[in-house]
């Protein structure tokens, strides 16, 4: 940061930050904090890939009819596209130290910021709840492994969970809150020593998986139901591209605020190199893991079993515990970095003089408990064409704005304490930048209608819509960033 950035923030310097727009969680990192390197980049992904969502992701693809490699082919592809956006959002965190909150402030509006930093926590809560339900599953597997299923019982009316899988959402999600006290330094170290063990965990589940098969089992041969004479043959491409909307939807939410990372990094080249090792490979890969080992459980036990928690408990011996514990330390380190994170700043963005990193987070953890994630993944439908794709439909037209104006309206130009006043350029009228605002319906708009006939709101919708929904993140971000570059010509 720059001598004029910093004197911007001096509490009795002239132009001194709005205390309704500052604390010091959003003030821009100084130079001497940013130490992130490639290293921890690429251990960073590592953390967040490696859980039991991503796992389900090859997995819930294969169960709806692709063969083992046109699973693992999208998800790497899908990885390989978000990898751009995550590259160049996160180019102005690095640049100038700030996180996604206060970057977006330059296209939406130091006020209007909030808009999109709302929708983006919303969502970070959904999937916080979701990977909270996942890890909770986990720990009610091992305790019934060991007391001889006592926790099982008849189900909470109206909650569609019994009392022992409640308790263990609650003790898992009561971990997260300790882990927040202690800040994202702690964090830091904690996924250093924890992803060498996840990999390990991996590379391991994959030899019980050979070794108690005898190989890898008859999945691996077996054709596509889209191929000629399957049950769904013809059907692939219709398949296809809404299941890599999906993908790419799954990291949609970090392609926004990645700059909630990169704001720490020693320089591009280490946000740059760790982001391209960590990301696109490790989810192919884990991807691969997940059919090998789904395409085992057929052989082992006469059926194909897609849920690592489910096989987890199916094991015997020390395999179970040793397997079940890797799936709660990779769902906490994954939910903490990628579902905490960001929202906690975002929460904080809202009021920056009441809300601090630790209460956004703690924010965040309450909603989550309140949406009941285990209702979103009844359904595999309604895991990947609901929940990510149709996230992916509203967070798309807003990294398409952040983007364009980033790169193409102020040519990586940034007025950094400006983005901390009121009444400076980014202030727009009374703090809203209504093109952004327009640029954002206009994005969102023709992705609605599939999106309300893929969760079952209205029976049918014109062919057309269906259609632009299986396409939809790629085409909210299209449709937003011209119509915002169109509405902003001739401003910086």
Sequence with gaps: MSQTTSAAFSADAAGAPDPTLWNE???????????WTATNYAALWVSMVVSVPAYMLASGLMSEGMNWWQAVLTVFLGNLIVLVPMVLVGHAGTKYGIPFPVLVRASFGVRGAQLPAIL?????????????WLGSQAIYTILNV????MLVGSNIPGLGINPGQGFCFLLFWALHIWLITKGLESIKRFQALATPLL???????VWWAYINAGGFGPMLSAPSAFSAGGKRAGEFWGFFWPSLTAMVGYWATLALNI????RFAHSQRDQLVGQAIGLPLPMGLLALVAVLVTSSTVVIYGQAIWDPVTLAGKMTGPSVIVALLALITATLMTNIAANVVSP?????????HRISFRIGGYITAG?????????ILETTKGYIFTWLVGYGALLGPVAGIMMVDYFLVRRTVLKTGELFRVDGPYGYGNGW???????LIIGVLPNLPGFFKQAGFVASVPGVFEALYTYAWFVGLAISAVVYVILMRGRR
């Design 259 to 262: 700059p909630d990372f990169t």
């Design 344 to 352: 906690a700043y975002d929460f904080s963005n809202l009021a920056p």
């Design 433 to 439: 930048n209504g093109r952004a605002i327009v640029a």
């Design 25 to 35: 969680d959003l003030n821009p990192t100084p130079p001497a904090a940013r130490t």
């Design 146 to 149: 060991v007391t001889d299923n």
């Design 120 to 132: 983006r926590a919303i969502v970070a809560c959904g999937w916080f709840g979701i990977q909270t």
């Design 367 to 375: 909603i989550g408990l309140a949406m009941m994630p285990w209702k």
């Design 199 to 205: 990999i390990l965990a991996a590379l391991g589940l």
